[in-house]
Structure formats: C-alpha cells, structure tokens
C-alpha cells in the first residue's frame, strides 16, 4: 500500500519531457519532487507561475512565492510570474499537456467530484473548472477509499461534479487505474495490496485482464 508520497512518485512516472504540467491542491503538488533529473518539465499554478520547482526546506521559505492553494513554492531558472488572465487562457487555450488533480470521488466513467461537500465551508472551485473542462489529459491522486473505508472510486458520484467524463487515469493508494467507457480497468497493484482487496475497496465497474503487474517505483 502506498502513502502520499508513493502516490506522488508514481505519479511522477506518468510526466514526459517537454511537458506543461498543472498540478492541484494536495498529493499533486507532491508531484514536482519526483519527476527525473534527465526530462524537462514546466509546472504551471494557476494563480500565475510557470516553472514551479520542488517545495522549499524548512526556514527557505518565501511567503511572496506561492501555487494556487496558497502554498510557499520554489521556482526553477527561467520561471516566470504572470496575471491570472494570462494563466487561464494557457489552460483555456490547452497549452497544458499534463493535469494532476486530487479528487473526492470518481465515477466509472470519468466524472469527478473535487471541490465541495454540500453543508462545509469551501474555498471555492478556483481553478479546477477551467482545467477539466480544457484539459485533454487528466490524473487523478487520491485514496481509494474514505476514512470510514468507504469506496471513492464509484459507479456515479454523490457529490456536486466539477467535471464529466474527463478523467484518463487514476493512481491511489492502492492501484493504477484507467478510466475506459466499460469502467476502471486496474492497470498495476500498489505493492503488497492484491487484487482482491482493490476489488473489495472499489464501488464502479472494475475490470481485471490477466495477471496485474506490482507497481514499479
């Protein structure tokens, strides 16, 4: 079973050279640590930076430099700051190869639910219906299941959507997953977790071919 960090990491394997890349709130923001040394890649915030770089050690933070979710960031050489207009057209404009989201449920065919649980205060949708709308290749990094060990990965969602059928690919905790019009197609196990138990925590439409390989880190 992996953490956040393994999911991160996993993740990571996901980003090719000379990608555009937004990352969300939470795991995906994970995501900028792993990514090889040898590739290229341009991490983009919504709220206007282009050239993230991993988070900062402890005490070498700069609070003027932040992502979306208000987060205190590094910036790689060459990164540059621009307004938030100029951000969304790059997004609007699908000039982003790569979008990372976090989720709170998934439905089997690709809608996602990530930004509100009716009754709780929220910050807001921010960017995220910009990005699923325009965005041409979706991930998603989340826990398969709830704290109450209830599925989020589900034949329909249950929360308010911020997008329809628009999410590829998901990585869990305990599984890689893509989103095919039959359902959830399990791709790879975390390591140690077996099919059965990826069957038991998923609610949709899950489909196994074959011998599903271990996750490779």
């Not at 993740?11 to 900028?32: Q, R, S």
């Not at 809608?111 to 995220?128: Q, S, T, Y």
């Not at 826990?143 to 109450?148: E, G, K, L, S, Y």
């Not at 034949?155 to 095919?180: D, Q, S």
Request: glycine share 12%.
């Amino acid at each position: 079973m992996l953490d956040k960090n393994g999911i991160a990491k996993r993740i990571a394997k996901e980003v090719k050279d000379g990608y555009y890349v937004n990352l969300g709130i939470g795991i995906p923001t994970m995501v900028a640590n792993f990514v090889r040394d040898d590739i290229s890649v341009e991490f983009q915030s919504e709220n206007g930076v282009l050239g993230m770089g991993p988070f900062p050690f402890e005490g070498e933070e700069d609070a003027d430099i932040i992502n979306a979710g208000k987060q205190t960031i590094t910036t790689m050489p060459g990164a540059s700051f621009f307004d938030s207009v100029t951000s969304f057209a790059m997004i609007r404009g699908q000039h982003v190869d790569l979008t990372i989201l976090g989720a709170m449920e998934v439905s089997d065919k690709g809608d996602i639910a990530n930004w509100k649980i009716p009754g709780k205060m929220v910050k807001g949708m921010g960017g995220a219906m910009d990005l699923v709308a325009s965005a041409e290749n979706i991930i998603v990094a989340m826990m398969h299941t709830n704290r109450a060990g209830e599925s989020k990965l589900l034949k329909e969602c249950t929360l308010p959507l911020t997008g329809v059928g628009c999410v590829k690919k998901i990585v869990t905790n305990l599984a890689v997953l893509e989103v095919t019009t039959d359902g959830f197609k399990l791709l790879e196990r975390a390591p140690g977790v077996s099919v059965e138990a990826i069957e038991n925590a998923t609610n949709g439409r899950l489909i196994i071919e074959g011998d599903i390989p271990e996750m490779k880190l």
